[in-house]
């Protein structure tokens, strides 16, 4: 039996071996992966091995890209493109990595390699589509063969059309004209096996220098997650057998975390797909529309992102522009740093910088708290969380700052002020949230844990808490912060 499967083997090589020495040599193609770091449903690696012609997958970090990424998500890029270059390489392939201007390293490896094919998954950002445009004008030009795909989106922006022909600007109606309209095919498997051109030049990953070292304070974010396509499915498996049940009451619950699926990162890089959860959620037996309603609200982002390339930079109703900003950044600095006086908001700031990751309820609570208790323009809180974030995703983020502070699309209403101690006592309601992060009034029974100004001398005593030194005062009263927020308000509306 072993002497047969071995002849049988030896023969099959002989026969594959004949037959490639045989074939024409083909030219190799070029698939260009962004921020679709996986090989399960990645529309571009799926035409490409099915081509049948020899592959050169590469990844570029572009010099010439419209926005940095912040020091946050260059940690998860690092580990996530550790992961996949072993993923990759598994299965006999090679991921080359390239720093530079994207135009030229393309034209490089073309020239290196024969390269006659270019493929990617397509983006949606102002400045990205005008790099991708440029470099398939070029190309084409030159009798090269180009081809985008759709990857990262259910539904791409131009896909769903008011009856005018113009884009949706309140998600309700485009979420409903979204799923009127789409079908949904099935995912993607992943490829079962590369075959890479060998001997093209790639870069060290280290070499990039993602990984903060001074302080080295990526390491401990890393301790709450784990990039890579394989944890980002097992998230969503894990959050499907169970938690999604209860989704849309226990979102809200920042002293649960297992009621979310932190999916955020894993999506903004492309680990998992929209099309991937889509069809791993919408057969199972319990109600999941809340959980599913999520990936519609990125999808209304990325649509707003490419009507309005400036999303993270200007107002998205220009009546904002005249608002009487009035902020003081000794007191920006405290909100950064979680030491406003204001619990709940302080513990959302230190979450967010210990972990890249912040709870969505209490995402709201710090944007609304900068931009109408301090009076901080928005666009000093998008850049902060573009820096701090992980998943720093460049749709999702801006339209999310932009709905809190009122000037977005379909936003809420300015004159919506989030009262902190009132969210934590309803959202936080043992204070395990708050213990978690602000250690220092951990003490403190829940009666005032949320406010701990109004505890007794007595009480703060025997907690070890001393105000304005073990904890800060509110940087702001309430009151006078919401009355003078409101009274901006109105004066930039007259």
């Known amino acids: 039996m072993v002497v047969k499967a071995q002849n049988h083997s030896f023969l099959q090589r002989a026969i594959d071996f004949i037959r490639n020495y045989n074939m024409p040599k083909q030219n190799p193609i070029i698939v260009w992966l962004r921020r679709d770091l996986r090989l399960a449903d990645n529309p571009v690696l799926h035409v490409a091995v099915h081509s049948g012609k020899p592959l050169i997958i590469l990844y570029i970090d572009e010099l010439n890209k419209g926005r940095a990424l912040g020091g946050a998500a260059e940690v998860w890029l690092h580990h996530s493109l550790t992961d996949l270059m072993k993923s990759i390489s598994d299965k006999g392939g090679q991921l080359i990595l390239r720093r530079g201007e994207a135009a030229a390293i393309i034209d490089e490896i073309i020239k290196e390699t024969g390269a006659d094919e270019v493929h990617w998954n397509r983006r949606y950002e102002g400045w990205a589509r005008e790099i991708d445009e440029a470099i398939k004008t070029d190309l084409k030009s030159r009798a090269l063969k180009v081809e985008s795909h759709k990857a990262n989106l259910l539904t791409e922006p131009w896909e769903v059309a008011t009856k005018t022909g113009g884009f949706y600007k309140v998600f309700t109606p485009f979420w409903r004209a979204a799923k009127a309209n789409f079908t949904v095919d099935s995912s993607l498997p992943a490829p079962g096996s ?49 938690p999604v049940e209860d989704y849309a009451e226990q979102r809200d619950r920042p002293d649960d975390e297992t009621g979310t699926s932190k999916l955020s990162p894993h999506l903004a890089f492309g680990e998992i797909s929209p099309r991937q959860i889509w069809n791993e959620t919408k057969d199972n037996d319990y109600t999941s529309d809340k959980f599913l309603t999520e990936i519609g609200w990125r999808e209304f982002s990325y649509t707003l992102l490419f009507y309005n390339p400036n999303l993270a930079s200007e107002n998205y109703k220009s009546d904002f522009d005249k608002f009487p900003w009035d902020s003081d950044e000794a007191k920006v600095e405290a909100w950064r740093r979680g030491q406003t006086g204001y619990p709940m908001v302080d513990a959302g700031m230190r979450q967010l910088w210990q972990t890249g990751w912040q709870h969505n309820r209490v995402r709201m609570i710090c944007a609304s708290f900068l931009i109408k208790h301090l009076l901080t323009d928005w666009r000093v809180g998008e850049a902060w969380y573009w820096d701090t974030l992980l998943e720093a995703d460049p749709a999702s983020n801006a339209a999310s700052w932009q709905w809190v502070a009122g000037s977005g699309a379909d936003a809420s209403p300015y004159f919506r002020i989030f009262n902190p101690f009132s969210q934590g006592e309803k959202f936080d309601p043992n204070g395990d949230y708050v213990r978690k992060y602000i250690p220092e009034i951990g003490r403190l029974p829940k009666k005032y844990i949320h406010q701990p100004w109004t505890a007794p001398k007595h009480v703060l005593a025997q907690a070890g808490v001393e105000l304005g030194k073990t904890y800060p005062k509110p940087v702001v009263n309430h009151k006078e912060a919401r009355e003078k927020a409101l009274a901006g308000y109105k004066e930039s509306r007259s």
Do not use: I, Q
Request: with cysteine; aromatic share 8%; hydrophobic share 40%.
């Open 194 to 242: 590369f075959d890479c051109v060998s001997g093209v030049a790639s870069d060290e990953l280290n070499d990039w220098k993602l990984l903060p070292t001074s302080p080295d304070w990526g390491s401990k974010m890393m301790d709450e997650h784990t990039p890579g396509e394989a944890a980002a499915m097992a998230r969503l498996e894990s959050f499907l057998a169970g």
